[in-house]
């Protein structure tokens, strides 16, 4: 497998709507992996069309490579683009350093649903009384028939309030420290136009909103740098893979995402870059057993649990990097049973075969924590509304267990899947998947 790894930079606004039932639509806080696929599949079939000499020399618009990326078995992986834009401190050795935005290398990642952080000054550390997860605690605390309510671990030093919610967002991490990343939105009002007169036309005032194609260091700052996505593409061809960068990289500014391009929105500049598809799945698969094993031997304070659940078992969780179009017996789902699950890695066949008490050991859900919304959208191939999706919230965790006997078997199959994603429409961004997510080993005492 190949990585496209893709650089996004905004050059004007960007109308990127998340269109959902019964209300108005939204900008998102993102760019979806379907409007990337779109723009890339629109441009090359458009130059394609002017039979340019750089098309035929690519030969992109051919019709079996085309195909392959777009419209095969297997296409091309388009993910979501996320915002590089992260808050970090002007001078970390100074204790009156600012928190400012700057644009960094680091890979964004979502924050797991179990992810919490203070009520009252919620956020990364040290400006915010800092985020921690509760997974392993609960799994623990449940084990122990102990009752787990987290607290703000700096509500006894402050004498604060102490209550935690849950914190979500996109965050990434370098040397330890951990930083969020957002992007922000503002409305642009547009007078609709007469076409016979070529005047504005009475009573027809619009809004849109968009992404900000701009941010500045501080609010007080003046100089003003562009917004940055990151994104990849992952492909089984390599040469497929040469062919798309090159193609990327020599109109890289002719691109246009989102709605509204005919009236100046959507203009960016992409940078494609190709590498590996390598992961570190066996890593984090052992750290996060390390670690559960760690914890749940401090846990053993409150005495003896009525069943050792980490014995001859080894766990590992599925953490949804972006919303999932799940489906389990022709129906919508916001669960990854284990029956899902070895399909999705190629083992249905082995799973059905054996009895319940045999599927518990092959492969047991042991916690589930998910939410849904709804998607639509906009085909513009089709000139068609796309049909109403109930989908599994970004953020998602899923947290299994198996024998340790399948220990290596699971981690090549996770390695895999963590490259391909879960559910439908994987091509568009849906399903993207991470094993084993590191914030999980963050604890209460250790908030970052």
């Not at 629109?42 to 069309?49: A, D, G, K, R, T």
């Not at 040469?242 to 990327?248: A, E």
């Not at 994987?426 to 908030?447: D, L, M, P, Y």
Request: net charge negative; hydrophobic share 35%; charged share 25%.
């Amino acid at each position: 497998m190949k990585r496209i790894k893709l650089e996004i930079t905004a050059l004007s606004p960007l109308a990127i709507a998340g269109k959902k039932p019964g209300s108005v639509s939204e900008a998102e806080d993102h760019i979806p992996g379907s409007v990337i696929r779109g723009a890339i599949a629109s441009h090359i079939l458009q130059l394609s069309n002017q039979q340019t000499p750089r098309i035929a020399e690519q030969n992109l618009a051919d019709g079996g490579d085309f195909a392959t990326l777009f419209l095969s078995d297997e296409p091309a992986i388009f993910q979501n683009a996320y915002p590089g834009v992260a808050k970090i401190l002007s001078n970390p050795h100074n204790n009156k350093s600012e928190l400012i935005s700057r644009v960094v290398d680091d890979e964004v990642m979502v924050l797991p649903a179990t992810a919490v952080s203070s009520k009252t000054n919620p956020g990364f550390k040290p400006r915010g009384n800092g985020v921690f997860d509760t997974l392993i605690d609960r799994f623990c605390a449940d084990a122990y028939n102990y009752p787990f309510d987290p607290s703000d671990p700096k509500s006894l030093e402050e004498k604060t309030d102490a209550r935690v919610e849950p914190y979500n967002g996109f965050y990434s991490c370098k040397d330890g420290k951990y930083r969020s990343h957002s992007v922000s939105t503002r409305f642009l009002t547009r007078v609709g136009i007469n076409r016979q007169r070529a005047t504005s036309q009475d009573d027809i005032l619009y809004s849109i909103e968009v992404l900000n194609e701009s941010f500045t260091e501080n609010p007080q700052g003046q100089n003003w740098h562009p917004v940055v996505y990151r994104s990849a593409i992952i492909l089984k061809h390599e040469y497929l893979a040469k062919s798309l960068t090159k193609f990327i990289n020599d109109n890289s500014q002719l691109f246009r995402l989102g709605g509204a391009t005919s009236r100046g929105l959507g203009k960016v500049k992409i940078k494609a870059e190709i590498e590996n598809a390598a992961t570190n799945v066996e890593a984090r698969f052992k750290e996060f057993n390390q670690q559960l094993q760690d914890r749940w031997q401090l846990w053993s304070v409150f005495g003896e649990p009525e069943e050792n659940l980490l014995a001859g078992r080894t766990y590992f969780t599925l953490d949804l990097q972006s919303d999932a179009i799940l489906t389990e017996n022709w129906r919508r789902t916001t669960v990854i049973s284990p029956k899902i699950l070895c399909e999705f890695v190629g083992l249905y066949d082995e799973f059905v075969k054996l009895n319940p008490e045999a599927q518990n050991d092959y492969l047991k859900l042991e916690v589930a924590y998910s939410s849904y919304s709804y998607r639509s959208g906009w085909n513009s191939a089709w000139g068609l509304m796309k049909d109403i999706e109930l989908v599994t919230n970004r953020g998602g965790v899923y947290l299994f267990s198996t024998n340790q006997a399948n220990e290596q078997l699971w981690i090549n199959k996770l390695k895999e899947l963590e490259l391909q994603g879960v559910g439908d429409r994987i091509s568009e961004g849906f399903g993207q998947v991470q094993i084993c997510n590191e914030f999980h080993t963050v604890f209460r005492e250790k908030a970052k």
